[in-house]
């Protein structure tokens, strides 16, 4: 498994500024993922995040809205920008771990967000 | 497209009684995995089951998986109010490069009444 944090843990934002959600990991893993789950709802993805190449974003989200950093092997970052009530949401990030379930997904705590 | 439809979207029964979820999905997988997620907190993976597996066990939990009719079941017998949470199977995207790529269903949210 991993251990894996998220910063903030939750915040308050006012509608048109921009936050940045810090996912650490305590072991090196290539494939980090961010999702969204809007209040009531299930669990959307938003981005792959793998170090060394360029995000891959799911339909409906795009980079401007989302930038994402992958730094290096234990570290991403996804900013959320320009926000609006809208974007208020519980932002998770999740690596995947290989080992015996090696398609085994492991999520961080969440970020949640709420913009005024 | 969405997979992972759950059934019931909620369930609330007595500590001790057993507590039923089910999952359809639409399309091959490679794998379908269980989550619990308590109010507000991170998910938590419960237990992932193979496209080639027919049932698995953890603990209380047991999962069976139908491939020809492509549903999950998840089953937690002697409930406790702990069980508390909101329970979401994922399936991946079966063979091709997008395959590791989870998609969620809306979840079942389970009430156990102590």
Same mark, same amino acid.
């Given at each position: 498994?991993?251990?894996?944090?998220?910063? &903030?843990?939750?915040?308050?934002?006012?509608?048109?500024?921009?936050?940045?959600?810090?996912?650490?990991?305590?072991?090196?893993?290539?494939?980090?993922?961010?999702?969204?789950?809007? /209040?009531?709802?299930?669990?959307?993805?938003?981005?792959?995040? =793998?170090?060394?190449?360029?995000?891959?974003?799911?339909?409906?989200?795009?980079?401007?809205?989302?930038?994402?950093?992958?730094?290096?092997?234990?570290?991403?970052?996804?900013?959320?920008? =320009?926000?609006? /009530?809208?974007?208020?949401?519980?932002?998770?990030?999740?690596?995947?771990?290989?080992?015996?379930?090696?398609?085994?997904?492991?999520?961080? &705590?969440?970020?949640?967000?709420?913009?005024? | 497209?969405?997979?992972?439809?759950?059934?019931?979207?909620?369930?609330?029964?007595?500590?001790?009684?057993?507590?039923?979820?089910?999952?359809?999905?639409?399309?091959?997988?490679?794998?379908?995995?269980?989550?619990?997620?308590?109010?507000?907190?991170?998910?938590?993976?419960?237990?992932?089951?193979?496209?080639?597996?027919?049932?698995?066990?953890?603990?209380?939990?047991?999962?069976?998986?139908?491939?020809?009719?492509?549903?999950?079941?998840?089953?937690?017998?002697?409930?406790?109010?702990?069980?508390?949470?909101?329970?979401?199977?994922?399936?991946?995207?079966?063979?091709?490069?997008?395959?590791?790529?989870?998609?969620?269903?809306?979840?079942?949210?389970?009430?156990?009444?102590?």
């Amino acid at each position: 498994s991993a251990v894996i944090s998220q910063k &903030p843990s939750r915040d308050i934002c006012q509608r048109g500024t921009s936050l940045t959600i810090q996912c650490q990991v305590d072991s090196q893993v290539t494939m980090m993922f961010w999702y969204r789950q809007q /209040p009531g709802q299930s669990l959307t993805l938003i981005a792959t995040a =793998n170090q060394g190449s360029e995000a891959t974003y799911e339909s409906g989200f795009v980079i401007d809205k989302f930038p994402i950093s992958r730094p290096n092997l234990t570290f991403s970052t996804l900013t959320v920008s =320009n926000m609006s /009530p809208e974007d208020s949401s519980i932002y998770l990030c999740s690596v995947e771990i290989r080992g015996r379930n090696r398609e085994t997904q492991y999520f961080g &705590p969440g970020t949640r967000l709420l913009v005024l | 497209s969405q997979q992972g439809e759950e059934d019931p979207q909620a369930l609330s029964i007595q500590e001790g009684e057993n507590a039923t979820m089910n999952c359809s999905y639409k399309t091959s997988i490679n794998n379908l995995q269980w989550y619990r997620q308590n109010s507000g907190r991170g998910l938590v993976h419960l237990i992932l089951i193979r496209s080639n597996e027919r049932e698995k066990h953890s603990g209380r939990l047991r999962v069976t998986l139908d491939t020809s009719k492509k549903s999950s079941s998840l089953l937690i017998t002697a409930s406790r109010a702990a069980d508390t949470a909101s329970y979401f199977c994922a399936t991946d995207g079966g063979s091709g490069a997008g395959s590791y790529q989870l998609t969620f269903g809306k979840g079942t949210k389970l009430s156990v009444i102590p």
